[in-house]
């Protein structure tokens, strides 16, 4: 009886840590209303410099490349990872909302590393940094040093592809590269070949925002719908970029429009490298 309760216990603790108690894609609004909340935890993604010159007050600043990468774009490991997070004060019931400059691809990778680790409560705010009207939120060009946490990864590798998984699916998941076109149509490359990954098909990133005079915004999900309208719901999705990022961007939309989506971490800094595997390149 004693073991049952136990058991029922732990499941109770897994389920409230991973039940989502705020939305993925946050706007002005919710951030506004729970800017007081004291789970809510701010992270700021972008330069160290431009963090110092100003940013939300009480955002930690976790600049994106130096902490969200290892070697050759992978993700960096456990260790480092937790280590990162509970120096932001990340608890298992907090709240995180990650801004950026606008690209948003750097706020979606930490999405997408956070829903990993098993923290559902992540979300990304719809705008880049200042893209609102002035003094609408409150600004601080002092660091922001949080109490650290003990910040507990509870690893879903279901949000998580290989190069061997993805190679595996070709023909049998969605392939989705969520890189420019010409990087796709094999005109421009980052790694040494050229082209796309077999049957792969190309939704850049930059289809989920539009540009305005002010910054950029995430489009709202009436338009994203038609956006990805051709893609099938009866199969899984495999995204992939350059290194993990602008997939990230396409992981968050593509979740919230019902898909069931996971990213290929090395994406096409690994595959476009080695000559094993298969590519398809449209411009020979």
């Known amino acids: 009886m004693v073991k049952k309760l136990l058991l029922i216990f732990i499941f109770s ?50 600049p994106a490349l130096e902490n969200l990468f290892a070697e050759k774009f992978f993700m960096p490991n456990i260790e480092q990872l937790q280590e990162l997070f509970s120096n932001a004060g990340i608890k298992n019931d907090s709240l995180v909302v990650a801004y950026d400059d606008g690209s948003f691809i750097w706020s979606a990778r930490l999405y997408w590393i956070l829903e990993i680790l098993g923290h559902n409560n992540v979300g990304v705010l719809n705008v880049g940094y200042k893209n609102w009207e002035e003094n609408t939120l409150a600004l601080s060009s002092k660091p922001f040093i949080p109490k650290k946490s003990n910040f507990t990864p509870r690893v879903d590798n279901t949000k ?29 490359s980052i790694a040494k070949r050229f082209g796309h990954i077999p049957t792969a098909q190309n939704y850049a990133c930059t289809q989920n925002y539009q540009v305005t005079s002010t910054g950029n915004k995430i489009k709202n999900l009436d338009e994203l719908k038609t956006v990805y309208k051709d893609i099938p719901k009866d199969k899984e999705i495999i995204l992939y970029c350059d290194g993990g990022a602008d997939a990230a961007l396409n992981y968050i939309v593509l979740q919230e429009l019902g898909y069931k989506a996971s990213v290929y971490d090395g994406s096409w800094a690994e595959w476009g490298n080695d000559e094993a595997v298969p590519i398809e390149n449209p411009s020979l």
């Open 160 to 188: 998580v592809q290989t190069k061997l998984s993805t190679l595996l699916s070709i023909g049998k998941k969605t392939i989705i590269d969520g890189r420019k076109e010409s990087h796709y149509l094999g005109k421009e």
């Open 13 to 62: 603790i897994y389920v409230f840590a991973n039940e989502k108690n705020m939305p993925s894609i946050v706007d002005l609004t919710w951030l506004k209303q729970n800017i007081s909340n004291s789970n809510l935890v701010l992270l700021d993604l972008r330069k160290k410099e431009l963090y110092e010159k100003d940013h939300i007050k009480n955002a930690v600043n976790i």
